[in-house]
């Protein structure tokens, strides 16, 4: 197994161009790293476009400036609370299907590849989110790549006349880039590692079960996102009720001729309210019989994409982010728990399991560990267990310190910062506060990057003894089955644990 690459000290060219199968590109040096910013990967998805699959952008004269973040694809920001936790930076532009490039240097060569998938409940979010900057991947040898694709009815909406899964066509359209382009910037297209989180995560999971997606990365990273897709009939609901919003009918063509900040907000009231836990109007993936033949937790349950090499995982407290600053830790009341029970099919012995593990816990926190392990933790197991002795090697993590902010604990999102080492980034100081601890974020960060690298992030594959690497609250740490008597209260345990 070959080693993690060292950090390349570049030279310092006047003038960073490189070469790319549509034009040349200008970059800039910015902290010893080459940038490129707001690369097309497709075609504007506007007019004759809109609602297509994405087509390859035109092939421009002389050089593009690659210096600015490229346009984000249309959305709102997050709803307050949320908003001042969770920054979603907007760029004007047409051409939302862009990506950006950090490198040690586009004079090296066979360098691994990280692309990053960014979350938001395929609503929200955006490459150019400060947080995922890839200074510190570059800085250590690995070269790392930022996607933008279509979010919310634009690239998720469900219609009779349009392709469905627009937004994961797009990711698959900028995999393609990557596989074609990045030799040009010191990377290997062989040694392509995809990474994503939430809703990235989830893309990643439906791209692995997708055929058309084999051979474009050797190795994927879950983080906090298991697989999920729902069939068209479903998943069309929320596209019906934004069409009724406006008076017209549910397919691509109407919406098209609608104004795009009157669909825009059509789609926020529409979902407005719900979230990953406790579920409201989304949109989801949808199991389309096309990009996606079946439903990807199935197709991965029985060996689709065996052959790479997998690292996933979830936060402990994922569910603080939404039920803390909405006050529903608090609020939920015993009554409440018991109807959410009921909703979610939860075994009364698996909730008394739950119960005496976390004496004094509220309603609202017995349910959001309850929801948390239904649909991060639970499938997550389920497909390493599916995957062991797999030609790919499974390895599990948990991130586990609790940030101080708000009582947030060890929240959804929080492990971003530490995966980027950014720790210094004012939107990881709005999760994690201004003290989180530096060597927390080494240890996660060298992980990834030695698992870009060598496939092997430093703890033992997964096996019949379930070794999990630990991310805080302390030192990092191995633990075996953790907490496996309230994953064998969960269904599909209670035959083998």
Known sequence: MSAVPPPISPVHEESLLVGTAHGQV?????????????????????????????????????????????????????????????????????????????????????LPVLVWIHGGSLLHGSSSVPLYDGTAFARDGVVLVSVNYRLGIEGFGVFPDAPANRGLLDQLAALTWVRDNIAAFGGDPDLVTVCGESAGAISIAALLAAPRAAGLFRRAVLQSGAPNALPPDTARRTTELIAKRLGVPATAAALAAVDPEALLAAQTEVTAGGSPLTGGNSFQIVVDGDLLPRDPLAALLDGAASEVDLLMGSNSEEYRLWFVPSGLTERLSRTGLRLALLKFGVPRATARTYRANRPGATPGELLGALATDLLLRVPLNRVA??????????????????????????????????VFDALDRPDAVALAGRDAPQELADAMHTAWVRFAATGDPGWPVWDAS????????????????????????????????
């Open 466 to 497: 379930r070794p999990v690497m630990g991310f805080g609250p302390g030192a990092p740490a191995l633990v075996h089955a953790p907490r496996d008597d309230e994953l064998g209260g969960w269904a599909p345990y209670r035959k083998t644990h």
């Open 385 to 418: 267990d599916a995957r062991v002795g797999a030609p790919g090697s499974t390895r599990l993590y948990e991130f586990g310190w609790p940030s101080p902010v708000l009582g947030l604990g060890a929240c959804h999102a929080l492990e971003i910062g530490f």
């Open 26 to 110: 200008r970059g800039t040096w910015e902290r010893d790293v080459a940038v490129f910013r707001g690369i097309p990967y497709a075609a504007a998805p506007v007019g004759a476009r809109r609602f297509r699959a994405p087509e390859p952008p035109e092939p421009w004269e002389g050089v593009r400036d690659a210096l600015a973040f490229g346009p984000t694809a249309p959305k709102r920001p997050y709803s307050p609370p949320l908003d001042r936790l969770l920054p979603d930076p907007e760029v004007d532009g047409d051409d939302w299907l862009n990506l950006n490039v950090w490198t040690p240097s586009p004079a090296a060569a066979g």
